[in-house]
């Protein structure tokens, strides 16, 4: 058996994209913390598994985090994250976790010291950390989801001059976005930017696409990819998904890996929180996605 076992976020990799792409490994899909943690414990103690390739959200991860730190008995484990970028996570977590993708602040980093009026930034309602270091610290004017209305959007457009929507909600958010946008009576038609821009989501952003100039996505970047066509039904939107095979396939490099720094966390080396910036990883950006 393989010293690997893998985990992922609901509604990511099927089974049988699993088996064909990372082979017969222990694996594991769950949003709940515990369930994650005692998948892990029984890894170890079962089949000896030390290392984890964790496709999971900040906010999963942190509570898993807080766990393993707990349990001792996983200090010889490494687990890897392939999936969450929330600046606060990084800095917090359990210091056998790393991280395969860029910070979230590195994609805000384009959006920093912008004065009020040129950009909206507009937030999905759910009360999580991904969610709101978006909106703590977006350009203004900025909504959530919920508070967000035609009116508003003329507003801006009456009183702004660049003009550019950054946009980050949840799937089932898009709808009302829609709504308020293709409304006949809402004037915004300039650009949009959009963060994370899953596939799933993209029949509406094909309809906001007859009315607006330019709509762009953006992501973390990650630091090992595949050939994109070699993976068929695998995201080609944000990249996560592929880096997880990646580093799934290649466990037995993860300690190369970390003594040279292609995953990070903020304890294995001294002078990481400096060159965590624009220049580490990067952003990710796709302009009209199709």
Known sequence: ??????????????????????????????????????????????????????????????????????????????????????????????????????????????????????????????????????????????YRISELTIEKVNDFVNNGSHLELLIALRNDEFEQLNKILLDPECKFKNYATFIELDKQDFSFINKLKEKLVKIYNISSNVCLLGLIQKYEGINTSTLYDNCSIQLTNLYNLWKYFIRKNIVFNFFSNSSIKNQVNENYFGVLRYSEPT
């Open 1 to 142: 058996m393989k010293n690997v076992a893998y985990i992922q976020d609901i509604g990511l990799l099927t089974k049988e994209q699993i088996k064909k792409y990372m082979g017969n490994i222990k694996n594991l899909t769950s949003e709940d913390a515990v369930k994650i943690y005692k998948f892990i414990v029984c890894c170890n103690k079962c089949y000896k598994i030390t290392n984890f390739c964790l496709n999971i959200n900040g906010q999963s991860l942190k509570d898993v985090s807080d766990l393993i730190t707990k349990n001792r008995k996983l200090d010889n484990c490494i687990f890897i994250c392939t999936r969450s970028n929330v600046d606060k996570i990084i800095a917090e977590i359990a210091k056998n976790i790393y991280f395969s993708l860029s910070p979230l602040s590195v994609i805000m980093s384009d959006y920093r010291g912008i004065k009020p009026n040129n950009v909206m930034t507009i937030v999905s309602d759910r009360n999580n950390v991904y969610y709101n270091q978006i909106y703590n610290t977006g350009p203004e004017p900025k």
